[in-house]
Every structure is written in structure tokens, then in C-alpha cells.
């Protein structure tokens, strides 16, 4: 069971994840696409704020609390999902924002 | 007729310079939670990557029992949000553990409160108001950070989360939903 997330673009750390996928989550338009996400463990959550005002992504779920800290039009973060069961992202600045995450 | 004038004057000295006398506003009317590792609810662990920190999350127990989800929380409750720094390798990065977790390093480094009191809000401006909300932070050692000088920050942030069942709270009220029904 893990749970890894990295705000420093780029920066995952190996974990021997046979298979693992990059999905791509875009920021616009206030909403996360897509809203939810059906996933194996050891993929990665690629999001990019494709908006013009800031966004964030906060996971809110109690025992995989992770926030990579703000993220700037046009920039990218990156969540490892390294930790089995469902939870929930949600923008800190915009509480209409979430995405359901499920990882298997 | 002397010794009275003396006490009285004595006693208007302390109404003015006791602090319990005085009227409290803003940040004041917090005080440190002292021993709140140990006696409060730990509702929350965020790794922090971008600024290296591990942040935990704590209420008192009276409020997490009295609170509801769905309705605002009830007046008195304190939650705080207590910092360690994260354990980082020789490229200055953070170590993981093996489930993947950021490794907090030694002991808390601050204290953030966020606490509600009745009518708390009738202190700030309609443009700066979090319900009746305050916010505080402290050294570890229970003393008030004074490098704090505004928390304009904490009233933006938590402006975020204005609907009722959310009571200005990030991770509390998601907690009361998945833990707490009813």
C-alpha cells in the first residue's frame, strides 16, 4: 500500500509498478477532466491547469492526504496513485472541482 | 479615607492591565492547545512535497463528537493543523517510507489554529469574514509566532469553503462524511 505524490514535476519515484500509465487530467474550464478515475496502482495522475487562474489538487480522503501545493496556468503535477481503495481530489480554490479516484 | 483612594486606584490599574480583563479580537482569542497530540483526534495527514513538510491534522474531541455533517460545526471547535518537516535525501528531496508516505523528521516546527466562537465574526469586515472563525499560529513551544503579522492568507484560503456543510474546513467536513453519518 502506498501513497505517493509529487508536486516537483517530474519527479516520480520508481516503484516497481509492472504496467504503470500516465493519465492525463486536464484543469479547465473549472472542472477536472476527467471526473472520475478508474486506475491501477502505481499509475500516475498527470494534471496540467489548462485554465487561466490558478488550481490546486488536494486529496481530501482520510489516509491519502496528499496536496502538490498550487498549480499555475500552464503547469503540470504529478500524483503517483501507489495506494489501493477510492478517494477524492478536490481544487482547494474552487470546491466545484473534484475528481473520484479509484485505484485497483 | 487615603487607603481607599489608593485601592481603587489600585484596582482600575488591574481592570486595564490584567489580560483577562481585557476584550480579546482576532487571533488573541485563541490560545495554544497545549497537548494536542495526545488529547485531541488526528483527522488528517497531508505530504506537502512542494515545501518538504508533513502536515497533521487534529480537532478536539467534544467538537468532533457534538459536529454533524452537512451542518456547520459547533461553536468552540479547534482545529489545528501542526507541521514537521519531511525527511530528504542528499539532493534535498523527500524520502519515502515504504508505503510511500513523506517521513516526518523530529518534532513539530509550528502551530496553526483555526477555532470557532459564537459570534467571532462580528469582528471583521463583511469582506474579510470566515463565518466565526479565527485563526493563530504558534511556536511549538505554545508561544505565538510573531513573524505572523496578517492572517490574510488564512481567510482567503478558507473563503474557499463557505457552503454550510463545509464551515470554512478543508479536510474536517470531507472527514465528518466518510466517517461520521448523520
Not at chain 1, 505517493?4 to 504496467?19: F, K, M, N, R, V
Not at chain 1, 488550481?55 to 480522503?61: G, K, S
Not at chain 2, 496578517?150 to 466518510?178: M, N
Request: with cysteine.
Amino acid at each position: 500500500m502506498r501513497a505517493i505524490a509529487y508536486a516537483l514535476a517530474g519527479l516520480i519515484l520508481a516503484s516497481g509498478t509492472a504496467g504503470a500509465a500516465d493519465i492525463t487530467v486536464t484543469m479547465k474550464g473549472m472542472q477536472f477532466q476527467p471526473g472520475k478515475i478508474a486506475a491501477k496502482r502505481g499509475d500516475v495522475l498527470v494534471l496540467t491547469n489548462d485554465d487561466t487562474v490558478d488550481h490546486d489538487a488536494l486529496v481530501t480522503t482520510f489516509g491519502y492526504g496528499v496536496n502538490p501545493g498550487n498549480i499555475k496556468p500552464g503547469e503540470t503535477k504529478r500524483i503517483a496513485l501507489m495506494k489501493r481503495g477510492k478517494f477524492e481530489i478536490q481544487c482547494v480554490y474552487h470546491d466545484t472541482m473534484t475528481i473520484a479516484v479509484s485505484v485497483k | 479615607m487615603r487607603k481607599r483612594t489608593i485601592a481603587a486606584a489600585t484596582g482600575i490599574a488591574a481592570l486595564t492591565l490584567t489580560p483577562a480583563g481585557m476584550v480579546r479580537a482576532g487571533a488573541d482569542r485563541i490560545a495554544f492547545p497545549q497537548g494536542f497530540e495526545k488529547s485531541y483526534t488526528l483527522y488528517g495527514v497531508i505530504d506537502r512535497p512542494d515545501r518538504k513538510q508533513v502536515r497533521f491534522f487534529y480537532v478536539d474531541r467534544a467538537s468532533l463528537k457534538a459536529a454533524k455533517y452537512g451542518q456547520p460545526m459547533p461553536d468552540g471547535t479547534t482545529l489545528v493543523m501542526a507541521f514537521k518537516k519531511a525527511t530528504v535525501d542528499a539532493n534535498g528531496e523527500p524520502v519515502l517510507d515504504k508505503n510511500g508516505r513523506m517521513i516526518p523528521d523530529g518534532d513539530f516546527t509550528g502551530v496553526a489554529v483555526q477555532k470557532k466562537g459564537k459570534g467571532w465574526g462580528a469582528d471583521h469586515t463583511e469582506k474579510q469574514q470566515n463565518g466565526d472563525w479565527e485563526y493563530a499560529e504558534f511556536k511549538p513551544d505554545g508561544s505565538r509566532n510573531a513573524e505572523v503579522k496578517s492572517f490574510d492568507a488564512c481567510f482567503g484560503c478558507h473563503s474557499a469553503r463557505a457552503k454550510p456543510a463545509e464551515d470554512y474546513t478543508f479536510l474536517f467536513a470531507p472527514y465528518l462524511r466518510d466517517h461520521k453519518k448523520g
